[in-house]
């Protein structure tokens, strides 16, 4: 009886050990989870912080950003998105126009008409923002909502003139979103629209260059926002 008595206190210090060393490990996990979070609410903070100090040196879009956020997170809660999505998409609408730290300012606050390499040079702004975020790979979904956000469901849009199936949902919630918030913005080339006149544009826009589901929430949201 010896020999089996000491085989079966072998296995049970073995399995308390195997035990000691699962309970170890996800410990190791945790950590490993709650650093990679901090990382990632560090490097959203460094970018958000450099789009902040963009809008800070333009009067006219200052606040910008953080608008389109907001009406973007509150669409996509309107349209059924988990508040996770959401949030993702509020951080892609408050870090969208990013890219325009690599526009020459002398094109940004221009107050008459661009001109065709204007434009070219302005258009730009969409890729180099979903450049700068790219190397977060956490962040892929955002990545591609900023590249995407100017583009237009009849393929009318930028940099890739995605048609409306094309072109990630959470960018077609941030355009319409920017829109909004562009038509009721003072610009250098206009002044903002009335509530009531951007609202109708944006109807206008529904179904042809907007996505008509996304301008529904939005405008299903205006005592939200």
């Excluded at 907001?70 to 509020?90: E, F, K, N, P, V």
Aim: charged fraction near 25%.
């Amino acid at each position: 009886m010896e020999p089996q008595i000491t085989a079966t206190n072998d296995l049970s210090v073995a399995y308390r050990r195997l035990q000691a060393s699962y309970q170890q490990a996800m410990v190791y996990a945790r950590d490993v989870r709650e650093l990679y979070a901090r990382l990632q609410r560090a490097s959203l903070q460094g970018l958000e912080g450099l789009a902040n100090a963009l809008e800070a040196k333009d009067s006219y879009t200052r606040g910008h950003s953080e608008r389109v956020g907001l009406y973007a997170r509150h669409t996509a809660l309107a349209m059924g998105w988990s508040s996770q999505l959401a949030d993702g998409i509020a951080q892609a609408g408050l870090l969208h126009d990013i890219g325009k730290i690599g526009v020459p300012e002398a094109v940004l606050h221009k107050r008459g008409p661009l001109s065709e390499e204007e434009w070219r040079v302005m258009r730009g702004h969409a890729i180099i923002g979903s450049q700068i975020v790219a190397p977060f790979e956490f962040f892929a979904d955002g990545a591609l909502m900023i590249r995407h956000h100017h583009e237009r469901c009849d393929g009318s849009g930028y940099p890739d003139g995605l048609l409306g199936p094309n072109i990630p949902p959470g960018a077609r919630i941030i355009a319409v979103a920017d829109v909004y918030d562009a038509l009721t913005s003072d610009r250098p080339y206009r002044r903002a629209l009335a509530v009531a006149e951007a609202i109708a544009d944006l109807r206008r826009q529904a179904g042809r260059t907007l996505d008509a589901d996304a301008v529904a929430a939005f405008l299903g949201t205006r005592r939200a926002v």
